[in-house]
């Protein structure tokens, strides 16, 4: 279930589009019963369903995970992230094993 979900926030972008909850359920291939679910609270959205959400409502999955209180990932998040930690400490391991090596 979701945290907390910005029903506001959600209906002032679909305004902003100028469009409805029936589209965006529909362009996310949910039905409108279970957008209705979303929106109460009571349904949290899945890392694709984010995706679909944002892309149609042209902000980052980030803030659509946000304001949905998503709980569960979001697609792509983190993955730069962990590879660039993942780089630096090969890097570091690199290094200090060339240290040893000279010392």
Same mark, same amino acid.
């Given at each position: 279930?979701?945290?907390?979900?910005?029903?506001?926030?959600?209906?002032?972008?679909?305004?902003?589009?100028?469009?409805?909850?029936?589209?965006?359920?529909?362009?996310?291939?949910?039905? &409108? #019963?279970?957008? @209705?679910?979303?929106?109460?609270?009571?349904?949290? !959205?899945? /890392? =694709?369903?984010?995706?679909?959400?944002?892309?149609?409502?042209?902000?980052?999955?980030?803030?659509?995970?946000?304001?949905?209180?998503?709980?569960?990932?979001?697609?792509?998040?983190?993955? &730069? #992230?962990?590879? @660039?930690?993942?780089?630096?400490?090969?890097?570091? !391991?690199? /290094? =200090?094993?060339?240290?040893?090596?000279?010392?």
């Amino acid at each position: 279930m979701a945290l907390f979900f910005d029903t506001a926030w959600f209906d002032g972008k679909l305004a902003e589009r100028g469009l409805s909850r029936r589209v965006l359920a529909a362009a996310a291939g949910m039905g &409108e #019963a279970d957008l @209705a679910l979303v929106f109460k609270d009571q349904r949290e !959205l899945s /890392a =694709e369903e984010v995706g679909v959400f944002a892309e149609l409502l042209g902000v980052p999955p980030t803030e659509i995970a946000k304001q949905a209180g998503v709980s569960t990932p979001v697609p792509g998040q983190g993955a &730069e #992230a962990r590879i @660039a930690a993942l780089e630096r400490r090969v890097a570091a !391991l690199e /290094a =200090e094993l060339s240290r040893l090596r000279r010392g």
